[in-house]
């Protein structure tokens, strides 16, 4: 069973695709409807964002989830 | 002339839109009973004041005290609805400690005012502690 208090937080691309626009944590905030430090969190690793969040991120960059974020098992094999 | 054609049967709401009525019918009931809840409540402990002798300070405490918890109950229910995910995670975790903060501290002095190791607990005490332990742990993951 998963437990809440693991730590395993999903690496992800957001600070990288965010530079490649020139976009500030505030602008993407902004794009996302989410507070600046959501943001911050989610770059910095502090917090995963809900499923929701994660479909509206994809939608921003046009890319999929998975291109995104990084569980760390899609490498294993 | 064409005639009218027979309209075709009325459409069959997507689950999507049949989701977000029922959500409506469930917080249109909750309101309507805290509303309910309220009026009934007023007016019992109107009814129930004016029994006993209150005096016109206490019965504007009353009225205070329900104004503020409608005050409170509206300007949360605003506030949930307004704010993003991460704040509403740090409220979630911030009440998760303060409930334990709460269980511990009352269980904990309760214990030991029983065996006579101190006095009898102090609500106001425990009260401003879980409050505390609440606010800390908002801070914390709102601002990490």
């Avoid at chain 1, 999929?64 to 490498?75: H, P, S, T």
């Amino acid at each position: 069973m998963q437990r809440a208090f693991a730590k395993d937080i999903m690496k992800n691309r957001l600070k990288v695709l965010r530079a490649e626009r020139d976009w500030s944590q505030a602008e993407l905030a902004g794009r996302l409807d989410v507070s600046r430090q959501a943001v911050n969190a989610i770059e910095t690793g502090k917090y995963d964002p809900s499923l929701p969040l994660a479909f509206r991120i994809g939608r921003l960059f046009n890319m999929a989830i998975e291109e995104i974020f990084d569980d760390g098992e899609n490498n294993v094999g | 002339m064409m005639g009218k054609t027979m309209s075709a049967e009325p459409e069959t709401p997507s689950g999507e839109a049949r989701l977000k009525a029922y959500h409506r019918r469930y917080t249109g009931i909750i309101v309507r009973l805290m509303i309910a809840g309220g009026l009934i409540g007023g007016v019992v402990g109107a009814v129930t004041a004016a029994g006993e002798g209150t005096t016109l300070a206490q019965a504007a405490a009353i009225i205070g005290v329900a104004l503020f918890v409608i005050a409170a109950g509206l300007g949360s229910y605003h506030y949930f609805r307004a704010v993003d995910e991460l704040e509403l995670e740090a409220n979630k975790w911030a009440g998760l400690a303060g409930i334990n903060a709460y269980l511990l501290l009352y269980v904990g002095w309760r214990f030991l005012a029983w065996s006579g190791v101190t006095a009898n607990a102090n609500g106001d005490v425990i009260f401003g502690i879980t409050m505390l332990v609440a606010c800390a742990a908002f801070l914390y993951r709102r601002f990490r």
